[in-house]
Structures are given as C-alpha cells and as structure tokens.
C-alpha cells in the first residue's frame, strides 16, 4: 500500500508540472496565436484537470499531453526568438502535426474522448462522508480548554447586550474542528441549557433548502417534510415557527460557502430566536466567518502540543497490544512517530489506526521513515 501511494504522488508531481505548463498564459496565448478555437483550448484544459483525478488510468494520456507542450513549448520559443513572419506557415505545420500525433490521442481521437466521459461518469470522486454529532470522548486529547471556553460563551450571562450569535470555530483539515463541536454538543451543561438543538452537516455545496430541510428534520425529529425539498418558503415558514421564542443550539458543520446573500437568506428563521440563543459553524477559511459579520468571538483551533498529540497516537496504536514487553520495545519508535504527526490529531489517529495490531518494531520504522 506504502508503495502505491508513493507511486501515485510521485505521479501526481509529474502530472502538476504538466497542468501548470498547460494552463500557463505564454502556452494559452501561443495557441490562441495559431487560430486554434477557444473550445478546443478549453477541452485540452479540462482534459487536463480531469486527469488529476484518475491518475491510474490516464498515466499514458498524460505522457502524450506532457510531449506534446515540449512540442509546443518548442516552436513558441523558435517564433518569439526567429520572429513569427519567416516562421509563422512553419510553426503552423509543425504545431499541426504535433497536435495530430499528441492532442488527437489525448482528447480528439473518438475512442479518447469516449473513455474520459466513461471515466468522468464513473469515477466521479465520491463525496465526504458525513459527519454525526456521536464522539467518543476517551479518544480526544488536548481540547478540554477551548471546549470549557465555548461552553462558557452558552452559559455566562451576556454583557453590555452584545450578544455572541454565531460561533465559528476556524482551522485547516484534520485539526479537529468537528470533534471539538462534539466535545461541545454533547457536553452534559450544554445538553441542560438548550430548548432544541440541531447537528447539520454542511459541506461544499450550500444549498439554501437542503440546510434548512435538515435544520428542520433534526429539531423536529421527523422526516415528513421531503414534499416540501424545493419550497424555501415552505421549509423557512415552518422553521420558524419550530424556533420562535426557543433556545437553540445549531452546529453547521464544514461550512465551505463564502456567499454572504445565500447566508442571510438561510438564516432568516434564526432571527425569531430566543436570547442566547447559538450557532456554532467549523470551517476551514476565514471566509464564511467574514460573512457572518459581527462576531466578536472566533475559535482558531492550533494543534496539539507534543505530549497530547502522542497520547492521541498512542491511543489507537497501542489499544490492542497488551504484552507490555512489546509495547516497551515499541515505545522509542511510537515517540518518534508522534513527534512526526506535528501536533495534527488526524494525523495521530491514522498514523496509530495503520499500526493497530502490529507488533513488529519494522513495521513501526516503515511508518517512522516514511514520507506521506
């Protein structure tokens, strides 16, 4: 598996240096230049692009596509030195020809051109797998402090009537933004000060009556509003009266959208809340925090410290092994490790799930050594 990954990256570099020499503008412009139509200029970018998420199967497309701009690379550079009058009917039939023997394999030939749709259709990368406000708390390490600091925002009373709305908390993939919403979420305070409280996974595609439908489906408990998928009246109307005069607790988990009009039509209904009402939304960049607007209060999740990060490793590399005489001949190999995780807890609980149940101390160096 180790090495199928190393394959597949040292693949991907190749196929980026192939992407950024074809998205280049001097390659653009040149091709412009040569009266090629801005359609098949387009194709031969978005052939590239697709190929990023199929490198197994394109590897041969992407060789060609790569020869080809050596060709083209070539020629733009003989024009700009030789000056394109002498050379212009040369350089044409040269680019023809090379368009012939490398563009047409890669995405003008029919059978090409049938085998990427089919690839497209099928191989479609699959969507992130939804998250649940479930936890098991015994597996976090390093969060009570933030965890009591947000809980503290639900719980003390507001000052100066500045209340604190929307809670966003703010940091890269794998930090544990969604965790610590858990941690928070099912917090026993919280479970007691909150009238509804709703768990909504977001994700790249913000769709106004989608999010409100499952706002709705999770503060009601009830599935019976599917007839009304497309009705935002509808969908918003009902939330409404579901929330007016409530406290409510609403987590928006992986908030990806930075559209500030789609925001505040999608929070119309929270308007009607009760005082200390909160929504708590994990994101990756400032983006959706900034539409927001307002927020005097925002989480910037950092990583773990050392000691936390190797717990977290530990947690699930050690959980099965119970002879200590192996885990003390593991343990020098499980610092290191943990150390090499940078205080990233997704990092620590992969590294620990690919060592679960193995007990050889070379298996541990492999992980140790390698670079992925």
């Known amino acids: 598996?180790?090495?199928?990954?190393?394959?597949?990256?040292?693949?991907?570099?190749?196929?980026?240096?192939?992407?950024?020499?074809?998205?280049s503008a001097g390659v653009v412009d040149y091709l412009k230049g040569q009266r090629l139509s801005d359609e098949l200029i387009s194709n031969l970018k978005r052939v590239a692009l697709a190929i990023n998420g199929w490198l197994s199967e394109l590897e041969d497309a992407s060789y060609d596509a790569d020869d080809l701009l050596d060709k083209i690379a070539t020629h733009a550079l003989k024009s700009k030195v030789e000056g394109a009058g002498s050379t212009k009917t040369k350089t044409s039939k040269l680019l023809s020809s090379a368009l012939s023997i490398g563009a047409r394999r890669l995405y003008n030939t029919r059978d090409m051109k049938n085998k990427l749709e089919e690839i497209f259709k099928s191989k479609k990368p699959r969507p992130r797998s939804q998250t649940t406000s479930l936890v098991e708390e015994s597996e976090v390490f390093g969060r009570d402090g933030v965890k009591n600091a947000i809980?503290?925002?639900?719980?003390?009373?507001?000052?100066?009537?500045?209340e604190v709305y929307v809670i966003p908390i703010v940091g890269m993939g794998g930090i544990g933004k969604t965790t610590l919403a858990k941690l928070v979420y099912n917090d026993d305070k919280v479970k007691n000060h909150f009238t509804l409280k709703a768990w909504v996974y977001v994700y790249e595609e913000f769709d106004i009556c989608k999010v409100t439908k499952s706002i709705l489906t999770a503060i009601t408990s009830s599935n019976s509003y599917d007839h009304w998928a497309n009705n935002l009246d509808l969908l918003q109307s009902r939330l409404k009266e579901e929330l007016v005069g409530k406290k409510f607790l609403i987590i928006l988990d992986d908030v990806w959208t930075q559209n500030y009009d789609d925001w505040k039509a999608m929070s119309l209904p929270f308007n009607h809340r009760a005082q200390r009402s909160k929504i708590i939304i994990t994101t990756r960049n400032e983006g959706p925090v900034d539409m927001t607007v307002n927020i005097p209060t925002r989480f910037q999740l950092k990583s773990l410290n050392e000691e936390d990060c190797w717990q977290m490793f530990a947690k699930h590399a050690f959980d099965n092994i119970r002879d200590s005489s192996v885990r003390q001949n593991l343990e020098p190999?499980?610092?290191?490790?943990?150390?090499?995780?940078?205080?990233?807890?997704?990092?620590?609980?992969?590294?620990?799930?690919?060592?679960?149940?193995?007990?050889?101390?070379?298996?541990?160096?492999?992980?140790?050594?390698?670079?992925?």
């Open 151 to 162: 809980i503290n925002l639900f719980l003390v009373k507001d000052e100066g009537g500045k």
């Open 333 to 372: 190999t499980d610092k290191e490790i943990g150390r090499k995780c940078q205080g990233l807890p997704l990092a620590s609980k992969t590294n620990g799930g690919l060592l679960r149940f193995k007990e050889d101390v070379g298996e541990w160096e492999k992980i140790l050594r390698s670079e992925i």
């Open 1 to 23: 598996m180790a090495v199928e990954l190393v394959g597949g990256a040292i693949l991907f570099a190749g196929l980026e240096v192939v992407f950024n020499r074809l998205l």
